[in-house]
């Protein structure tokens, strides 16, 4: 399946199920002093979750366009990103765990006919309830693995906001891919950057959130008017899986970008690390930049500007690695918009601000 497949098939399946689509909110976050960018579905819907205003409906699912600042100085390698498209399903206040649970093995396993056993589950460790739910949809006690709040509490995005315990749905991609060590197994100690071994086994792929407390600035909890839920599910991991290739730069996502990038260096991809690395580099920024300038954020001095400006920056000191010392991003841009612009039709929109 192609990446807009997957996210059509997730979109209509959930409303299959009476969620209402909403579009993606832009990455400029609305009335949240204390968030920079959109990094989440649920961040257009906090008021949603708190009660301070009623919801279209009270099952909504969105693919909402996410941006991650902590990782900028990661990407180029396999899997980290600044902006990627998070899939989501949210209950105000409607279902909770158990259907939340039901309905993402049925999307996985039902609809992209993925198979059950490559997946094992994480729990928080207050959560029996979640690890029998699981159990009782068919996944084996020896794949749900038990974790603290570090894993497996979400929240608040930004400053306060609604948080709670979740459980992630991992997919194994089998044990050949993993670092062999006997401990091995979801949030694998290997995955980390730095490790001297490189484990490629689990990829997680869909988080969901049980949100049931609202964390203020001070630190304190108070619970939220009713329990709901907010899911999460990276378009792009997915899409790796689908297509079954080794990292989310493989995926059509990404191949169109970089072929561009090789076009317009003449260097092969995938052949010396250190321009690999810089294609990439290049092929996410220009990426990202693309749609930030598509929201109105301007290169700046500081907060979304800044952010901006960085991976401009960036995407420049690669480009100069590779031996381009003309403007190149404009051209990357164009393959942006002509691939995601229907989706995503800002990219269009605003063309020549962007250029
Ligand atoms: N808010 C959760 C996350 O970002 C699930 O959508 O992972």
């Known amino acids: 399946m192609t990446s807009d497949q997957i996210r059509e098939s997730f979109l209509k399946y959930f409303e299959s199920k009476s969620h209402l689509r909403v579009s993606s909110s832009s990455l400029i976050p609305v009335g949240d002093p204390t968030l920079l960018l959109t990094t989440a579905g649920m961040v257009q819907f906090k008021s949603y979750f708190t009660g301070q205003s009623e ?139 730095g490790s001297d071994l490189l484990c490629d086994r689990y990829v997680e792929l869909w988080n969901l959130v049980f949100m049931q407390f609202y964390h203020h600035i001070d630190g304190t909890r108070t619970t939220l008017p009713s329990p709901s839920v907010d899911t999460g599910l990276g378009l792009e991991r997915l899409a790796a899986v689908m297509q079954d290739v080794k990292s989310v730069f493989d995926t059509d996502i990404f191949v169109p970008l970089l072929n561009t990038i090789v076009k317009i260096t003449g260097l092969e991809y995938g052949i010396d690390s250190n321009s690999t690395y810089s294609m990439r580099v290049v092929a996410e920024h220009a990426r990202s930049a693309s749609f930030l300038l598509a929201d109105g954020v301007v290169p700046g001095n500081e907060g979304r500007g800044y952010v901006l400006r960085r991976i401009i920056r960036r995407a420049i000191r690669h480009g100069l690695k590779l031996g381009l010392n003309k403007p190149f991003l404009g051209e990357i841009y164009r393959v942006v918009a002509s691939q995601m612009g229907v989706a995503y039709p800002e990219l269009r929109q605003h063309q020549d601000f962007i250029l």
């Not at 899997?79 to 206040?93: A, D, P, Q, R, Y």
């Not at 992209?112 to 979640?130: G, I, S």
């Not at 749900?144 to 991609?173: K, M, Q, T, V």
């Open 55 to 193: 919801p279209p409906s009270k099952r909504l699912t969105s693919s909402q366009k996410s941006f991650r600042v902590v990782d900028i100085d990661e990407v180029g390698d396999d899997t980290h990103l600044t902006l990627f498209e998070m899939l989501g399903n949210f209950s105000i206040g409607d279902y909770f765990k158990k259907e939340a649970v039901i309905f993402a093995l049925d999307f996985f396993i039902s609809v992209l006919e993925l198979p059950k056993d490559n997946f094992v589950a994480t729990v928080h460790h207050d959560d029996n309830e979640t690890a029998n739910i699981w159990k009782d949809n068919g996944i084996p006690t020896d794949k749900i693995f038990i974790f603290g709040d570090e894993d497996n509490w979400w929240g608040p995005a930004g400053l306060e906001g609604p948080c709670g315990p979740c459980s992630e749905l991992h997919y194994d991609r089998g044990a050949e891919k993993g670092c062999g060590q006997q401990d091995c197994g979801p949030n694998c100690s290997y995955l980390q950057k």
